[in-house]
């Protein structure tokens, strides 16, 4: 390969890597935590390198890498562990309701994770869908979804 062509892979590999690690990482927390995602994200990026000419060349990268990322993890630890059971903040008064980790727990791998990008991360139902790879509808159809479970489970009344 020519080393100004390597060289153009690497930057776009590097690009790709600024634009997309965070994104995996924090899609991955309400699966794994945090150490379990960010060393998921780490291998995935390890297996897109070495096949990095064919990955360039998807319709979406970034699905893909959380799609790689996704299958490295092994070991899935109960929610509570993952999440944090500690709601405490600084004043001793909790800054969620205490049952929403189990409730969380409680709702599908899918729905917990659009749940938490999209109300806990903030993300546009447009970001989710091209990080997971779904469309725009399914993505705020698992959101309404698992938000009216968490609702149920924690008795709180839809404002809708």
Same mark, same amino acid.
């Given at each position: ?5 390597r060289r153009s ?9 600024? !634009?997309? +690690?965070? %994104?995996?990482? /924090? $899609? ?7 150490? $379990? ?10 297996? *897109? ?5 064919? *990955?360039?060349?998807m319709s979406n990268?970034?699905?893909?890498? &959380?799609?790689?990322? /996704?299958?490295?993890? %092994? &070991?899935?630890?109960?929610?509570? +562990? ?16 205490? /049952?929403?980790? +189990?409730?969380?727990?409680? #709702? ?5 994770? *659009?749940? &938490?990008?999209?109300? !806990?991360?903030?993300? /546009? &139902?447009?970001?989710? !869908?091209?990080?997971?790879? #779904? ?7 698992? !959101? ?6 968490? %609702?149920?489970e924690l008795e ?5």
């Amino acid at each position: 390969m020519a080393v100004g062509r390597r060289r153009s892979e690497e930057r776009a590999f590097d690009e790709f890597v600024r !634009a997309t +690690e965070g %994104r995996v990482r /924090r $899609a991955l927390v309400p699966v794994a935590g945090v150490d $379990a995602a960010r060393d998921a994200t780490v291998d995935a990026l390890v297996h *897109v390198w070495s096949h990095w000419e064919r *990955v360039a060349g998807m319709s979406n990268p970034s699905g893909y890498l &959380y799609r790689v990322a /996704r299958s490295r993890i %092994r &070991y899935l630890r109960p929610l509570g +562990e993952v999440l944090g059971v500690d709601v405490e903040g600084p004043s001793g008064v909790p800054d969620v309701e205490p /049952r929403l980790v +189990e409730a969380l727990a409680a #709702l599908p791998e899918r729905q917990r994770v *659009v749940v &938490y990008l999209v109300h !806990a991360c903030e993300w /546009r &139902y447009t970001e989710v !869908a091209d990080l997971l790879d #779904l469309s725009v509808s399914t993505v705020r159809n698992h !959101a309404d979804r698992g938000l009216s479970s968490l %609702r149920r489970e924690l008795e709180v009344p839809d404002v809708h």
